[in-house]
């Protein structure tokens, strides 16, 4: 087992994020017209993105993507780490780059050529400050097992695989590529489910992956209860508890549970002033966790690092830290 | 006089803001180096651009510009209006284009086809609120004559030129052609100075079109001082009146005088919680008080409105409104 370098190494889309107002009815015209979930995750072509940008608000542009707003958490904690995603040559593209780079984030994969844009994530936060995503991917799906750097796989004590990513099956294999990697240095594999529609179109191959490769689980309350289908969340979680070493369920306002053989752990929600905009809670509560798991910290320790990470995102429009994380776990220590 | 249709048109930097926090070490060590003056903009060229945003820490992006944040300010108060500036025909071009389209004003301007990209604004905000921009004007100091939409101009009651712009000759003369162009429809020419080192580097062209062509003048202290080389604030302001219908000079936290034909207002600072970052300020006042003006209010609500705008952007990252002024000015009447 190599010494690692790293405590996360995180593969995910590449994308940046266009974060604006909507109203509810619009949403619900959206729904209706072009079947947009609120509060979940629709993947978008190039055309309805550009359509659908040009009936948005006018809004801010910042790096995203739930992996990359993992690393940019761990980061902000004062943790070490690595990306692997696939932007395209463009001004979007070096945005994504500079804004994990300038955090410390090891990130060298090459940028797609004459392909697709780089990706980006059309973000509409309604006044009840739930986020409702329409993804165009872009140049992030294009990623393959030849992107994945098994040398700074290795490096890290845990890699990490954002379940977005696990739509096409090039990027199949690239999980897949990298869990082996990851194992054959003797170091862990995390997944986050992202997302109960992406569960439920490769349920599956999700199931294969979960029981084959995966050490650490991250997910809600329907992605879990997608994954297994199962109606009642208790026993969607007696079943991934057979499956993984560490399950991290995230439930909203109430917190979240861990769950690591036979032992339930209760982390509740931290308190926030004012709720502006969710995107990026589940993201920040994986960064929190696992930079505490990284950091040989009790699982307790981790879900209360998770839910500070949570409760700062939330707490402003944007799925990445504001406020340094190392000084708010200084605080709360 | 024909009827206008909008409230106010502005020619301005078409640019993209890129905020992030930085260190005042940081600024110190680029003021050394590079000239970087704490609270001012400095013009780099790209090559600086690149390398400056390298070592910046992550940022978000917003379209910005000091007269298109005044137009967005303005629209958020639910005033119509148009824009004229030059953005190149790529990401960030469209982003500036969507943001100010979104909000229903108006913008025609033709996109420089290949030349220079879309220009930016690096802007690094201090741990005091204090806002120091780098701008790479990119494609926005290409505005020529041919780019004044005298059309559009007519249909404004008031043109508003933004003082930044005035740093080329092509600008130079398109300022004037608008101002022409305006005053042939019968109808006022707003300027705001921008910047103390920008009114150093074009004094007496500044005071040419000052005494030619403004109507309404916007200037902080700074900025006031240097157009007339005065030490003494008084002495400046008595000059300006003389020159102008109407001069609002703004003062940070001691709030702004208004000087028109002989009288003097003071309009007080509006209480903010928490300072976060000062970018914008200056522009969102003169769109509360342009607003104002255009609607027929009198001088002193024209600047309580000024300072509402003001307080507002201050209290959050970036340079345009969070909270619909709309609602601001009604809470406030």
Redesign the interface.
Known sequence: MSQPKYGVVAVGNALVD?L?HASEEFIAEQKEKYGMEKGAMTLIDEPRAVEL??Q????????GGSAGNTM?GIASFGGKGGFIGKVAD???GN?FR???V??GIQFDTQPLIMGS?TGRCLILVTPDAQRTMNTFLGASVELTPEDIDTNLIAQGQITYLEGYLFDKDTAKAAFIAAAEAAHEAGHRVALTLSDPFCVDRHRSDFLRLVESHIDILFANEEEIKSLYMQENFDDAVSAVSKHVEVAAITRGEKGAIIISKGETIEIAAEPVDKVVDTTGAGDQFAAGFLYGFTEGKDLATCGKLGAIAAAEVISH??P?P?TAYAELAKKAA
């Open positions: 266009v604006s940008y040009s948005m608000q006018a809004g801010i542009e910042t790096s940019a463009d001004e979007l945005i500079h804004d994990l300038s955090m844009k429009l944007g990445r504001e």
